[in-house]
């Protein structure tokens, strides 16, 4: 089984660290991509968002994640690093990672792992309002639900 | 009666007030639908946290569920709303 590496934590995270780190005394690699999803500001409306995540099941989630991935498209390694926490505008929410011989596998790879990951690994989103304001919870979009079932035709 | 630990997450924390506690459940409660129709019985809090019982998602021992799903021999039970990670 290729290395799948997943760390949940509140800091932030390097990303060139973390392709140094997957690819480190390796040649058998051909293709690195990665992913990150930042924290947006929504038109200046959007302090920071607060993101409460179910600790133990996270981690487990998003492993049983990146091994269907590995598994599905032959990935080399694959990372996923997701932070909680108060996040501001601008700053880093998550990481994925993923290596494979050709291009194709680590772009589908990193692309199923973020599909997934939105809608199974338990993770909620906070808003908090630039005025000052304790926004509601972020809803869960269809769209997203879309997103993850279009892997059920592979 | 069986014990059980639950543990809450987001909107459905906010609104039973509380993240965890231990329940002694009745024989009656089989499935994890059982079991949110069994907490809508103890309380306005729980009744408006799980009224929208179809939305609601269930882990077992840290693992998703189905509502039909039985809950003997669980040792963690989980009640949360879709996620909204990434």
Redesign the interface.
Known sequence: MAPVTVRVQRDDFDLAAEVRALSAGRHDIGAVVTFSGLCRDEAGTLSALELEHYPGMAEAEITRICEEAVDHFALQAATAIHRYGKIAPGENIVLVVTASPHRQAAFDGANFIMDFLKTAAPFWKKEHGADGSEGGWVSAKDEDDSARDRWSKI | MASVNL?Y???VRERIGRGEETLELPDSVVTAGDLLAHLKTLGDEYEAALEHENVIRV?IN???VEHDEKIAGAREI?L???????
């Not at chain 2, 949360?80 to 990434?86: K, L, Y």
């Open positions: 543990v997450f987001a909107w882990a840290q693992e998703h989980a949360f709303p879709p996620m909204t990670g990434g």
